[in-house]
């Protein structure tokens, strides 16, 4: 199996936590689902699975990026 850069993962990341944002702006946060960031993303599940536990993970690390992109304590 070829060596994933980190880059590379960070990126998938990325792209993970960006669909749950674009979720979250339509959906109650209470509502969303891991379905509809697997559907938002259009990855598998599995691979969702390999950069994420859960969403609980990708919720945290959404807000971690707010919080860090709109400079807030």
Known sequence: MPKVTEEYME???RMIVDACYQVCLRKPV???T???VIAETGMSQG???????GLD????DMTAKMRADYNMI
């Open 47 to 53: 691979a969702i699975y390999r950069y994420y536990s």
């Open 11 to 13: 990126s998938k990341r």
């Open 34 to 36: 891991i379905s509809d």
């Open 30 to 32: 209470e509502m969303v």
């Open 57 to 60: 993970a990708i919720l945290a």
